[in-house]
């Protein structure tokens, strides 16, 4: 079997390029690994740019987001028993972000593939992408216990950090540059009243603490813990305590505690790998870099690389264009480096450094307050969060 382009990975990035792709008229056929109810259950981002809320309406999936999501202009920081917001409306100014979480994102593009009449093939295994150096690539993989082979033009990797896209790259082509935090974070949802209608980012002596939503009945809550925590270790009960310590005696007051229906532990790193495009072979998302999640940037980075992926790809379908292929890792990585040093300055700004001595300590705390003080430097976090523009 042919088909234009082989999207591997059914994540936001995948998913989001093979509608946009069959949108515009361009064949393709999207493999994943893992089954529907994975894919659409694991829980990750929440925090959408109104760049990646625009690509979401392009691609005919913005609904329920337009519907449900939560619009916030603006975010709170909390340290040394002061909270002080940021107000993107002012700053930006007029900017927003929306809180829709990933799972929502990821549905919504799941049965729009389904209605269009393409979807995914889920449960794809032992993938493998072959002679994208060349004019033929091929994709080999296993379905329902039979051998597959596809041929196309054009492959992208789409799938994550841990897929296979991106090892299959002669590794002597690829640069890569990493830092892997000492630190990793707890997160739970549940099903809560969130303590205030805006996100707080909260740094303290015992470490960070994020409180986030799904919902205005579904909190989402982050601690940062050692990277080897034991979940064990963490019934709810002690969980709560800590959020509230965290947050300062006038939020925890105000704090509504229950059950938590989900918990799990996220590694922090971040991770560029250079370039993004082998002969036929594309990277997007995460599968190209990763950013640690202070500042709600890896799923807006994803849909970042697909915005420019698909515009390069129906260009050259379409009219022939070779350019936007040619320019799509250097725009891209211009984009990723400034969302990776955003991610790492937030990263810096809010967590507790195992090592540091008290020096250390006085300099972030007068970080923290240069950007509360200063409208200059609100502004340079507050266009950040809100997201750089598209070249
Ligand atoms: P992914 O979502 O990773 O999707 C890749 C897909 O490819 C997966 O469905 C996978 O099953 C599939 N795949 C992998 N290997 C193969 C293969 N060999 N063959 C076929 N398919 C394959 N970002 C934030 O902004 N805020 C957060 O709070 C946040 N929390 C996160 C928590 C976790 C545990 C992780 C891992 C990431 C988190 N992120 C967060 C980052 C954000 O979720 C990612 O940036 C986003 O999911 C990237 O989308 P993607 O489509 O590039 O990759
Ligand atoms: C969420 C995650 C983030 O990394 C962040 O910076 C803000 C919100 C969330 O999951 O809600």
Request: charged share 30%.
């Given at each position: 079997m042919h088909t234009q382009v082989a999207i591997i990975g059914a994540g936001p990035a995948g998913l989001l390029l093979s509608q946009l792709l069959d949108l515009a008229g361009v064949d393709c056929v999207l493999l994943e690994r893992r089954d529907r109810d994975y894919v659409e259950g694991r829980i990750r981002a929440g925090v959408l740019e109104q760049g990646t809320v625009d690509l979401l309406r392009a691609a005919q999936v913005a609904d329920r987001l337009e519907r449900e999501g939560l619009v916030h202009d603006g975010i709170e920081l909390a340290?040394?028993?002061?909270?002080?917001?940021?107000d993107f409306a002012d700053l930006t100014p007029g900017k927003a972000v929306t809180v829709y979480g990933q799972t929502e994102v990821t549905k919504d593009l799941i049965n729009a593939r389904i209605a269009r009449g393409n979807p995914p093939v889920f449960e794809a295994e032992d993938v493998e992408v072959l002679d994208f150096d060349g004019e033929r690539p091929r994709v080999r993989y296993r379905h329902n216990g039979a051998a597959k082979e596809l041929s196309c033009d054009f492959i992208a990797g789409c799938d994550g950090f841990h897929g296979v896209c991106r090892a299959s790259v002669p590794q002597d082509s690829l640069r890569i540059f990493?830092?892997?935090?000492?630190?990793?974070?707890?997160?739970?949802?549940?099903?809560?009243?969130?303590?205030?209608?805006?996100?707080?980012?909260?740094?303290?002596?015992?470490?960070?603490?994020?409180?986030?939503?799904?919902?205005?009945?579904?909190?989402?809550?982050?601690?940062?813990?050692?990277?080897?925590?034991?979940?064990?270790?963490?019934?709810?009960?002690?969980?709560?305590?800590e959020l509230k310590l965290r947050v300062g005696p006038e939020a925890a007051a105000a704090l509504e505690t229950g059950p938590s229906f989900e918990k799990s532990v996220t590694p922090m790193r971040s991770f560029v790998a250079e370039p993004l495009r082998f002969g036929r072979l594309f990277l997007a998302g995460d599968a190209g870099h990763i950013v640690p999640p202070t500042g709600a940037k890896g799923l807006n980075l994803a849909a970042a690389d697909i915005h420019y992926l698909s515009e390069a790809l129906v260009a050259f379908y379409k009219e022939n264009r070779q350019d936007l292929l040619d320019t799509y890792s250097d725009k891209c990585l211009r984009r990723i480096w400034k969302a990776e040093r955003f991610s790492w300055w937030m990263t810096s700004l809010m967590h507790r450094f195992p090592g540091r001595n008290p020096f250390d300590d006085r300099i972030q705390l007068a970080e923290l307050m240069y950007v509360a003080d200063s409208r200059t430097a609100s502004t340079a976090l507050a266009e950040n969060y809100v997201g750089l523009p598209y070249e």
């Open positions: 340290f040394e028993g002061r909270r002080h917001r940021i990493e830092r892997v935090y000492p630190f990793a974070w707890l997160g739970i949802l549940t099903r809560t009243k969130p303590v205030s209608d805006e996100l707080i980012y909260c740094r303290h002596d015992n470490g960070f603490a994020l409180f986030s939503m799904r919902s205005p009945q579904v909190s989402r809550l982050y601690l940062q813990v050692r990277p080897d925590e034991d979940l064990n270790e963490w019934p709810d009960d002690r969980i709560w305590e």
